[in-house]
T-cell receptor, first 117, second 115 residues
């Protein structure tokens, strides 16, 4: 099956610093990956679509300068939270579509819990 | 924009019994996909079942089945013979290929299976 990993699984950073989260497709190449944010006991909110070799597409209301996304290769997308603040604390999840499937199933990473102190 | 509504925030069911989760969506599209994802306490999202809108036959995966009513824009999930491991959040999701394959999630239903 298709496996997506995320690193780190949890991170604590100080307010004002930046933190990078990696999303990797381990056994397939993904031209498109997605980044979601999930608050406690809430649903997943799509933040942006990460496209290999081009700029990410951000959803309305998501600050592109704060949440930098880079999809440098077919197996890696990164999300950098810049100048983090306590309100950025959340659970961040990435997903990828396996190009060989015709059913558009997204495979999800295990998530990264970010805590900003 | 598409919206997905799950009207049941929480449901509990006795082990071995059946529970049905409701989901409605709003779209003017004819080509789309619907999914049910499970999120256990580990928070790993797991695909439970998928349904292509152009298929009239309801999808089934072992103990999980859906009742897809396209005209009513309803997509309910039935969990039969509930097991303790079914305890999780369940999210209904809508995807339109023409819109970049983005998923729109419902608010979720928390299912608790009691022994």
């Amino acid at each position: 099956g298709a496996v997506v990993s995320q690193h780190p699984s949890r991170v604590i950073c100080k307010s004002g610093t930046s933190v990078k989260i990696e999303c990797r497709s381990l056994d397939f190449q993904a031209t498109t990956m997605f980044w979601y944010r999930q608050f406690p006991k809430q649903s997943l909110m799509l933040m942006a679509t990460s496209n290999e070799g081009s700029k990410a597409t951000y959803e309305q209301g998501v600050e592109k300068d704060k949440f930098l996304i880079n999809h440098a290769s077919l197996t890696l997308s990164t999300l950098t939270v810049t100048s983090a603040h306590p309100e950025d604390s959340s659970f961040y999840i990435c997903s990828a579509i396996h190009p060989a499937t015709s059913t558009y199933e997204q495979y999800f990473g295990p998530g990264t819990r970010l805590t900003v102190t | 924009a598409q919206t997905v509504t799950q009207s049941q925030p929480e449901m509990s069911v006795q082990e071995a019994e059946t529970v049905t989760l409701s989901c409605t969506y709003d779209t003017s599209e004819s080509n789309y996909y619907l999914f049910w994802y499970k999120q256990p306490p580990s928070r790993q999202m797991i695909l439970v079942i998928r349904q292509e809108a152009y298929k009239q036959q309801n999808a089934t995966e072992n103990r999980f089945s859906v009742n897809f009513q396209k005209a009513a824009k309803s997509f309910s999930l039935k969990i039969s013979d509930s097991q303790l491991g079914d305890t999780a959040m369940y999210f209904c999701a809508f995807m339109k290929p023409a819109a970049g394959n983005k998923l729109t999630f419902g608010g979720g239903t928390r299912v608790l299976v009691k022994p």
